[in-house]
């Protein structure tokens, strides 16, 4: 067992408007977030928001794993009009990047080595949009294609991070142990 965690990214240069999407996800569609609307009512829903730089916006949640991190990403897209990046990297095995606009999958890119594609069957991507990938992520062609070349998953997150000018490696399960996670993420109760 492997190294994982997943992690939202929302293309925007607006804190408040992000806060105030988050704050829709959690009381008008708990169940993404794996509640009742009746637990959502009792219990806060608590998120690590981050604006990692000029153009992104990092969210943790302790729901947010390779699996259901996407479903939430896709909610969120609905409600906020700008452009959200899930990451999901598990067991050091697989990095699953998905880009999600108005409630649509965009474009996604699994890194990972051909064995584990064999391993786990049904390991395909949703919809390949190289250009729109290229084009949200605002990369340059040469180092887009770099990019897309790697295949081992460790690489691609850190290519990734380096390209896009934050830190992909964030999990919420960290921030206790990360002094350098709870400087960049505050805490939002919803």
């Known amino acids: 067992m492997g190294r994982s965690f997943a992690n939202m990214h ?12 988050l704050r829709e996800l959690s009381e008008g569609h708990a169940q993404v977030l794996g509640k009742s609307n009746n637990e959502a009512q009792e219990i806060k829903v608590v998120m690590y928001v981050s604006k990692s730089n000029e153009n992104w916006i990092s969210v943790l949640h302790d729901y947010f794993v390779w699996g ?12 906020i009009e700008e452009p959200v990046m899930t990451a999901g990297y598990m067991n050091e095995e697989i990095f699953e990047l998905s880009l999600f606009e108005n409630g649509d999958i965009q474009a996604e890119r699994i890194f990972c ?3 584990t594609r064999d391993e786990y069957e049904q390991l395909t991507e949703e919809r390949l949009n190289d250009d729109y990938l290229r ?13 897309m070349g790697i295949t081992s998953p460790e ?18 399960e960290w921030i206790p ?8 993420f505050g805490k939002y109760e919803f």
């Open 155 to 172: 690489q691609a997150v850190d290519k990734l991070s380096e390209l896009v000018g934050m830190s992909l490696w964030s999990d919420w």
């Open 177 to 184: 142990h990360e002094e350098t996670l709870r400087k960049r």
């Open 10 to 21: 929302i293309k925007s240069k607006s804190l408040e408007k992000t806060i105030e999407a």
């Open 68 to 79: 259901t991190v996407k479903e939430i990403g896709k909610t969120l897209s609905r409600l």
């Open 135 to 147: 084009k949200a992520l605002d990369i340059h062609n040469e180092d887009f294609d770099d990019f």
């Open 113 to 115: 080595e051909q064995w």
